[in-house]
Structure formats: C-alpha cells, structure tokens
C-alpha cells in the first residue's frame, strides 16, 4: 500500500510559525517546547499519511484544517474507517497496533501539524504538562471508539446513517452541511455496503428529515425529530 504519495511540507505563509499553538484548544497549546519539534503538512484529498507507531515513537498529528479519516485495512484488503477527524483532533501514532497497516487518509486538502517528540521522550516521562495532555487525547479518543463501537453493534441500518447526518450537521452548527465524503466512505465507516447507504439515503431524503440542496449539500429543518428517532443522544455521540 503505497502511503503520503503528495503529501508536502506547507510553505511559507501557509502554516503558521506555531500550527500547535496557534491553533485553539489544541491539547498540547501549553506544551513547552513543542514548536522545536514540529513541521507543517499539507494532504490534498485522498492522501494518506502512515500512521504506525514504532517503538518508542511519540508521534502526533493535529489537524489544522480540513477532513480525514483514520483508516484500517484488512488482510483481504477492504477498509475500515475507525473515525473522522477535524479541526483539533489530534492522532497518536502508539494507538495503531505494531503489523497493522493504518493510516490517515484527507476527506478534503488539510494542513497538518505534525508533532514528533521521539527525541525528548526521557524528560517526557516525568513531564506533568505532557502526561496531562496525552491523557486528554487518549481519554477522548476511547470515548469516540466506544461510542461508534456502540453505533455498529447496537444501531440498525437506517439509524446508523440517520445518526451519522446528524452528527454531521451537529459539528456544522447545524447548518449546511458540506459532505466530504462519497457513498462508499461512509460505507466503510458505518460498516455497511454502498448500495445500502444509497437506498437508506433515498429514503430519508423522500421523509423530509434531511433536505439535500445537492449529492453533497444537506441541512437538517429538524434536529429534534431525528433525536427522537434515535435510540442514542446526537451531540454525546459524535465521533
């Protein structure tokens, strides 16, 4: 699998000095430090970047700006989209289990603050501020895992791409939605086939609960009534 075939280093102007720190709410903002070890990445859609911890690696890449997926892959060769990362999110290299091939793969062109701390990792084992913000990342990314874990074993088809447009629409301030991703993306995230997502979209579409404007367009007129459709609360569970 061939990984990062046009991924670049951001040139000047287009990441800024501190993409970490400049970026609010990241969780390592108050890292000491951290923009001595730091470049910027940009990923047009459909770039994938290698995700596989090595070793001792202390890896980490946020997203600055745009979309992706974090990605599996099994032996037979299908995908499996494992979440869907933004604004923020920040991904471990140490998550991805040694012989596995993962990886994240750009939904839309990203930039990409990637955070390698390999060389400090002695003094890092007794940093307070470094084990606080590992944990936060690590804490959050369970929880996101548990809750889609939820959604694939508990949901039903159709609840599973009704609650997906919602968390969708939820992360947009529930306005227009812009979706980045095609039928058989969200195939691989819901752990169905694309054709099923296909009819299941047609469908909800005929009800009115969601409006597309375009294949790629949608709003939500109500988000209450798709909550009450719903076995699981849309804001607690999006990814």
Aim: charged share 25%.
């Amino acid at each position: 699998m061939n990984f990062i075939p046009k991924a670049t280093e951001c040139g000047a102007g287009l990441c800024p000095a501190c993409a970490v720190c400049a970026l609010t709410g990241c969780a390592f903002h108050n890292l000491s430090g951290a923009e001595a070890h730091q470049r910027g990445l940009r990923l047009d859609r459909g770039d994938r970047l290698d995700c596989r911890g090595r070793g001792a690696c202390l890896q980490f890449w946020v997203i600055v700006e745009g979309t992706a997926a974090t990605c599996t892959a099994f032996e037979d060769g299908r995908r499996q989209i494992l979440g869907l990362e933004g604004p923020g999110d920040v991904i471990c290299a140490l998550m991805a289990g040694t012989g596995t091939q993962n990886w994240l793969e750009a939904l839309s062109d990203c930039r990409i603050c990637e955070l390698d701390l390999t060389p400090q990792a002695k003094a890092l084992r007794h940093d307070a501020d470094f084990l606080a913000a590992t944990f936060a990342v690590a804490h959050r990314r369970l929880a996101a895992a548990q809750a889609h874990i939820s959604t694939l074993g508990r949901l039903d088809s159709r609840e599973r791409v009704l609650l997906f447009l919602a968390q969708m629409a939820d992360r947009a301030g529930r306005g227009l939605v812009t979706l980045h991703m095609s039928r058989e993306d969200i195939a691989d995230y819901l752990g169905l086939n694309a054709e099923t997502v296909s009819r299941i979209l047609s469908r909800i579409k005929k009800s009115g609960l969601v409006k597309f404007l375009s294949p790629t367009e949608y709003v939500v007129p109500d988000m209450a009534e798709i909550a009450r459709r719903l076995p699981v609360p849309v804001a607690e569970a999006v990814p």
